[in-house]
């Protein structure tokens, strides 16, 4: 199993990013598909989730701002980010969690500043 993501740069305040995760491999027993982040000396965070069954979550902070979303067909996972912040900043990572492990991609980063 192998997770893929792209889409990271560089970008000013207000711009828009779109996250992609690619997941190739089968995987069982899957409960969510999420994008966390992490700036350094700090723990890695929840950025939003969907669940298996499509219900979405996301932090306070990106709330109306970004969006999590799947393409089945193309087994790849999404992250619409508008209205960037510099507090946005962050190496981001793609997850699928499971009943008995977790999946990573390798992160991508995401840098906002003018």
């Known amino acids: 199993v192998q997770l893929q993501a792209s889409g990271g740069g560089l970008v000013e305040p207000g711009e828009s990013l779109r996250l992609s995760c690619t997941v190739s491999?089968?995987?069982?027993?899957?409960?969510?598909r999420g994008w966390y982040r992490q700036t350094p000396g700090k723990e890695r965070e929840l950025v939003a989730d969907?669940?298996?069954?499509?219900?979405?979550n996301y932090r306070d902070s990106v709330k109306g701002r970004f969006t999590i979303s799947r393409d089945i067909a193309k087994n790849t996972l999404y992250l619409q980010m508008n209205s960037l912040k510099p507090e946005d900043t962050a190496v981001y990572y793609c997850?699928?969690?499971?009943?008995?492990?977790?999946?990573w991609g390798q992160g991508t980063q995401v840098t906002v500043s003018s």
């Open positions: 997850n699928v969690r499971c009943i008995l492990t977790n999946y």
């Open positions: 491999g089968k995987i069982v027993g899957i409960r969510a």
């Open positions: 969907m669940s298996a069954g499509g219900s979405t």
